[in-house]
């Protein structure tokens, strides 16, 4: 499926990713897959604590297997060393804090893009909320190296509006900032043009390889997977994770596929392994159908 200009839609409307084998196969087909992945929600299920998001010990063997056979990358809200312990897998290539922490592939600092000289920053935002937010019962600060974490996943629905509306504030008091809402959280971060999809092309321009031999694959289901999604068109494939029909069905997507959870990005991965194995396109294509 060839898309050729920047375009989006609802979640609900995007083919199933696992009926689609056939179709995702020729595109592979001559080509090496370039793997990117984010982790709570996709990799892992979202859990009521960052902590508590624990890899599946059958998705680790899948993404070794995977690693062994092309570039696997992760790239995550998460800090690099968090995400890292979260898998526990060196063959990867780890991307922290929404792409502001990269790790590149000979384990050099990749670019940071401004992230560090905004932590002052950051640390008075983290100071303000704590005191505002204080007595908020179920809030989570979450402090990261070059992000701050909001999370009202156990914060009463209607009192919501208190953390927009102390976010707002912060934010007048530290213009060099800007907020990304994602899935019960509001993640404050360097006012730069730096996300997940210029990550991804970077990490892609590193690899040096030509642009007809590989076919990027990113796979996410946060509102900050929408960047790189929005980078691949054209050039690779995009699968949004998560329930578009019921939870999400008024979201729209950049991605071309879905896929509706973690079990099932490991099924989509294990297809991955089979035809980079050099598997019969068909075969792996029925089972990954079979997994739906």
Not at 105 to 130: I, N, S, V
Not at 262 to 276: D, G, I, K, M, Y
Request: include cysteine; glycine fraction near 8%.
């Amino acid at each position: 499926m060839a898309l050729d200009a920047p375009r989006s839609r609802p979640i609900r409307e995007l083919p199933a990713a696992q009926r689609c084998g056939v179709e995702i196969a020729a595109r592979l087909s001559g080509k090496r897959a370039a793997v990117f992945l984010d982790y709570d929600g996709t990799l892992a299920a979202i859990a009521e604590h960052p902590d508590l998001a624990l890899l599946d010990p059958e998705t680790r063997t899948v993404m070794r297997d995977l690693a062994e056979r092309c570039f696997v990358a992760v790239v995550s809200g998460r800090d690099v060393d968090d995400v890292r312990a979260k898998i526990g897998l060196e063959a990867l290539v780890y991307v922290g804090s929404h792409g502001f922490d990269i790790e590149s592939p000979d384990g050099r600092a990749g670019p940071q893009q401004g992230g560090a000289e905004h932590r002052p920053a950051l640390d008075a935002a983290e100071a303000a909320l704590r005191e505002r937010l204080a007595s908020l019962p179920g809030l989570l600060l979450e402090r990261k190296r070059f992000s701050l974490a909001v999370h009202s996943r156990q914060v009463a629905e209607e009192r919501e509006s208190e953390i927009a509306n102390a976010v707002e504030d912060v934010l007048a008091e530290q213009p060099c900032l800007a907020v990304v809402r994602g899935k019960k959280v509001f993640e404050l971060r360097p006012a730069v043009d730096w996300h997940k999809g210029k990550a991804v092309l970077w990490l892609l321009q590193f690899l040096g390889t030509d642009a007809q031999e590989i076919l990027p694959i990113y796979i996410g289901d946060d509102i900050t997977d929408e960047d790189a999604f929005q980078a691949l068109q054209g050039r690779g494939l995009g699968i949004v994770v998560g329930d578009g029909v019921s939870a999400e069905s008024s979201r729209v997507s950049f991605a071309a596929y879905a896929l509706a959870g973690p079990r099932q990005v490991r099924a989509f991965l294990e297809f991955l392994v089979a035809l980079q194995r050099g598997s019969d396109a068909k075969d792996a294509a029925a089972q990954l159908e079979a997994c739906a």
